[in-house]
């Protein structure tokens, strides 16, 4: 929890109350070699790190990418006319999805990597020095 900046979990839920439950997401604090090995048993997940102490685990259909998919369906927008910025490996496919994929100057290599575009750390204005490298700032 202090990792992740989070308040107001308990620690003291039975995983029997949750067992049952559709899941979404799941956050383990686990090392890389565990999440290889787990994931072995999860084939319709996908994991990605923006942290090296811990994973995300999603279903393969509800990662950032498919949410960008599903608001642009609603809203009749093409995906080349998308932006996506990311710094983590959780940002990944939304990066590759996107119309521009941007990586902030602080990103994972692996998010640079997959971008179109690197601007500089988020603390140091990247989203507004991206959309005016564009030229989308009037």
């Known amino acids: 929890r202090q990792m992740l900046n989070v308040r107001g979990l308990s620690e003291d839920v039975p995983v029997e109350s949750v067992?049952?439950?559709s899941v979404l997401q799941l956050t383990p604090i686990i090392s890389q070699e565990d999440e290889e090995l787990i994931m072995?048993?999860?084939p319709d997940c996908t994991s990605c790190r923006?942290?090296?102490?811990?994973?995300?685990?999603?279903?393969?259909?509800a990662d950032k990418g498919?949410?960008?998919?599903a608001i642009i369906a609603r809203h009749?927008?093409?995906?080349?006319?998308?932006?996506a910025f990311g710094d983590g490996g959780n940002d990944?496919?939304?990066i590759k999805k996107a119309g521009i994929g941007v990586a902030m100057g602080n990103a994972w290599p692996d998010?640079?990597?997959?971008?179109?575009?690197?601007?500089?750390?988020?603390?140091?204005?990247?989203?507004?020095?991206?959309?005016?490298?564009?030229?989308?700032?009037?």
Not at 76 to 83: A, H, R
Not at 116 to 129: E, L, R, S
């Open 111 to 138: 998010a640079r990597a997959a971008a179109d575009y690197i601007t500089t750390d988020v603390d140091k204005d990247g989203i507004w020095n991206a959309l005016e490298h564009f030229g989308l700032l009037k």
């Open 66 to 69: 498919m949410g960008l998919y």
């Open 76 to 83: 009749g927008i093409k995906p080349e006319e998308t932006m």
């Open 40 to 42: 072995r048993s999860l």
């Open 50 to 61: 923006w942290h090296p102490d811990f994973a995300d685990i999603t279903m393969k259909s």
């Open 92 to 94: 990944m496919s939304i």
């Open 19 to 21: 067992l049952g439950q």
